[in-house]
């Protein structure tokens, strides 16, 4: 299986910061990367696909990069509403691969 | 606009097998090119894909679950139904269905999860 490695695990940023997480695959994924946002006591939100196809209704604030092993979710004039945990998935392979999570946290 | 639910126990007991539905709307299970996925989420883990059936009745299983885990689709009800075999307590966890979009094999609309615990 594909292992999604998440950095930082958490983060602590102000309102208006610019944050940037980054998720490292252990095998190359071409660029079939997938981000969520998760509020705590709710079902994952689609963010992006593939890995910047930015799902309609998603802020412009969000955007996302990478290919191959390595990409990053960056976050731009962070709002109240943006804190929460940040999760990618892989859609290359079974088993669709998620990573842990950064939580990101006002400071 | 599309909406998914699950429902079922909350409370099972080892050894047991937990069955899940999910109610759809917006959609139809025979749209071309569409899925309906189940998740799970144990507390404070990741969240970790179990299976998929798709418009064609395709499915898909996660390898280390196959023997425990059945997918099916009642068209009629607009329901997805998940089964898993002989629960254990490491099963505890928030169980979702999702829509399945092949491709980007993204999840893009969520039912709100239902958390069932596993103990005797």
């Known amino acids: 299986d594909i292992q999604l490695t998440q950095s930082p695990s958490s983060l602590s940023a102000s309102v208006g910061d610019t944050v940037t997480i980054t998720c490292r695959a252990s095998?190359?994924?071409?660029?079939?990367l997938n981000w969520y946002q998760q509020r705590p006591g709710e079902a994952p939100h689609l963010l992006m696909t593939a890995p910047y196809h930015l799902r309609r209704g998603v802020p412009s604030r969000f955007t996302g990069s990478g290919s191959g092993t390595q990409f990053t979710l960056t976050i731009s004039s962070l709002q109240p509403e943006d804190f929460a945990t940040y999760l990618c998935?892989?859609?290359?392979?079974?088993?669709?691969?998620f990573g842990q999570g950064t939580k990101l946290e006002i400071k | 606009q599309i909406t998914l639910k699950e429902s079922g126990p909350t409370l099972v007991k080892p050894t047991q097998t937990l069955t899940l539905t999910c109610s759809i709307s917006g959609f139809s299970l025979t749209t071309a090119e569409v899925g309906v996925a189940w998740l799970r989420q144990p507390p404070g883990k990741a969240l970790e894909w179990l299976g998929t059936?798709?418009?064609?009745?395709?499915?898909r299983l996660r390898s280390s679950l196959r023997d425990r885990v059945a997918v099916t689709q009642d068209i009629s009800k607009n329901q997805v139904v998940f089964s898993m075999a002989n629960m254990d307590p490491v099963d505890t966890a928030t169980y979702y269905c999702?829509?399945?979009?092949?491709?980007?094999?993204?999840?893009?609309?969520w039912g709100p999860g239902i958390l069932v615990s596993v103990s005797s």
């Open positions: 999702a829509y399945h979009v092949p491709g980007p094999n993204s999840f893009d609309h």
């Open positions: 059936i798709y418009w064609d009745y395709d499915q």
């Open positions: 095998q190359a994924i071409g660029i079939d």
């Open positions: 998935q892989e859609g290359y392979n079974l088993p669709y691969t």
